[in-house]
C-alpha cells in the first residue's frame, strides 16, 4: 500500500477510469486532500473507498493523469520498466532499424505515461514535459532513458519551457540533464537530416510524418513537387529521392527555409531541381500559376489547439484544400493533412470534401493516413488519434 495523499470522486464518476481512460477531470472530484500540491503523485478512490489507481494531480480541466490503474509506487523503477517497454516494441516492429534512428520512444497516453513525450535522435533524446509530475520526475526519466540496453542514447535535453501548464508557475529551462551536444544528423530511411532541438519546434522534427513521407517518395517520379508549410523540408528530401523533376518547398519561416536547404544540400549537393521561398503558404498559393505542380502537400501547423477554434480551423483547412484543388494540373495528387487533436477524422475530411466540391474537379481518395507505429494510440484513449491525411488524386 503506497501512503500518496487520496483524491476521493464523486458517486458514479469512476466509470472511466474503470474503464481505464487516463484522465480525471476536475469536475469528477469529490474532495481534494489537504496541503495538496500540483505536480504530486496521488491515489485515486471511488466514493465508496475502492482504489482506482494512481496518477499526477495538476490544476486544471484534467487534474489527474493516471499511471496505474492499481496502488501502484510510481519511483524510479516503475519508469525504466515502463521506458523499456516503450523501447522494447520499437524494436520489435521494426521502427528502430539500420538507416533509421530518429524515432518517438515514448507518446504520453500512448505508452502508459500521460505527460511525457521522447523523441530519440541518433545519440540524444528530447524530453517534453506535459505535465507537472512529469516535470518533476525529469531526471529520473534522464537516468533510465540513458540505461536502457541497446537504446544508445547518452543524451538527455530537456525541452519543455512551451509544453507545461503556464500555471503551474515551474520556470523550466531547457538544457541538457545528462550530456552535451554532439551533432545534429539523424537518419530516416536512409536520408540524413539536421535536426534543431534547441530552438526548433516541438523536439525538433516532425517524426511522426516518417511513414507518409516514404509514401509520397513513390508518387514523386516525374512529378513537378510543391511542399507547402516545408518545416525541415521532409517531404522535399523524400520527392528529391524519389525522382521529381522540381521541388519547391515554402514556408513563413525563413529560419525554416535554410534549414530546408541544408537539408536538400546534406542529402542532394549541388542539385538543381530545388527551388525554396519564404512566403506566406495562402499568398503564394493564390499568385501561382495554374497546372504549375502536379504534386502538392499541404502539412499546415495545427490550425485549432483547442475546441473554441474548431469553426475557424475547419474554414482554414476548406480554404486551403480549395486553392490547391484550383491550381494543382489534371492528373494531380495531393496529400493533405490535419495535425489538430481538436479536429476529428469526419470533420476533417468533410472540410476537405467541401473543398473538392466548390473546385468541381473529380476527385478519387488514394490512401487515408494516420500518425506512424511509434505514435501508438491508447486503445482506452482515443483522443491520442491526432493526425489526420487524405492522398487525393486530382483529375
Not at 532513458?145 to 503551474?168: C, M
Amino acid at each position: 500500500m503506497t501512503d500518496y495523499k487520496i483524491i476521493r470522486l464523486r458517486k458514479g464518476k469512476e466509470e472511466s477510469l474503470l474503464r481505464f481512460h487516463p484522465w480525471v477531470f476536475s469536475g469528477a472530484i469529490d474532495s481534494l486532500p489537504d496541503g495538496l500540491e500540483e505536480g504530486e503523485t496521488v491515489k485515486v478512490i471511488a466514493h465508496d473507498g475502492t482504489t482506482l489507481g494512481t496518477g499526477h494531480f495538476q490544476i486544471g480541466s484534467i487534474a489527474v493523469r493516471m499511471l496505474s490503474s492499481s496502488d501502484e509506487t510510481i519511483d524510479e523503477a516503475f519508469y525504466t520498466l515502463r521506458l523499456r517497454q516503450a523501447w522494447m516494441m520499437r524494436k520489435a516492429i521494426g521502427v528502430i532499424r539500420p538507416g533509421t534512428d530518429a524515432y518517438r520512444l515514448v507518446h504520453g497516453e500512448g505508452d502508459f505515461l500521460p505527460g511525457l513525450v521522447v523523441d530519440v535522435y541518433g545519440p540524444t533524446a528530447v524530453v517534453q514535459a506535459h505535465s507537472p509530475g512529469m516535470h518533476f520526475a525529469r531526471d529520473i526519466i534522464a537516468r533510465a532513458l540513458v540505461g536502457l540496453p541497446g537504446a544508445g542514447i547518452s543524451n538527455v535535453y530537456y525541452k519543455s519551457e512551451t509544453t507545461l501548464p503556464y500555471k503551474a508557475r515551474l520556470d523550466p529551462q531547457n538544457d541538457y540533464i545528462i550530456g552535451s551536444y554532439s551533432g545534429d544528423v539523424a537518419c530516416e530511411n536512409g536520408l540524413k537530416f539536421h535536426v534543431d532541438w534547441l530552438k526548433g519546434q516541438k523536439t525538433g522534427f516532425f517524426v511522426d510524418q516518417r511513414d507518409n513521407r516514404a509514401l509520397l517518395e513513390n508518387y514523386s517520379r516525374g512529378r513537378r513537387v510543391l511542399n507547402m508549410f516545408c518545416y525541415t523540408g521532409g517531404f522535399s528530401v523524400y520527392a528529391m529521392r524519389g525522382g521529381a523533376v522540381s521541388v519547391d518547398s515554402v514556408d513563413s519561416s525563413a529560419k525554416a527555409v535554410t534549414l530546408t536547404d541544408a537539408n536538400i544540400e546534406l542529402n542532394f549537393p549541388g542539385d538543381g531541381r530545388h527551388h525554396s521561398h519564404a512566403e506566406d503558404a495562402f499568398r503564394f498559393l493564390a499568385d501561382m500559376a495554374p497546372d504549375a505542380f502536379d504534386l502538392i502537400v499541404l502539412d499546415p501547423p495545427a490550425f485549432a489547439k483547442h475546441r473554441s477554434a474548431i469553426r475557424n480551423a475547419l474554414r482554414g483547412y476548406q480554404r486551403l484544400n480549395a486553392k490547391a484543388f484550383s491550381k494543382i494540373a489534371p492528373g494531380g495528387i495531393l496529400f493533405t493533412f490535419s495535425c489538430s487533436q481538436a479536429i476529428t477524422r469526419e470533420q476533417f475530411r468533410l472540410a476537405v470534401f467541401s473543398a473538392a466540391a466548390e473546385s468541381r474537379r473529380k476527385v478519387r481518395i488514394l490512401h487515408q493516413l494516420t500518425q506512424p507505429a511509434d505514435h501508438p494510440v491508447n486503445i482506452y484513449h482515443p483522443e491520442g488519434e491526432y493526425l489526420k491525411g487524405l492522398i487525393l488524386y486530382v483529375e
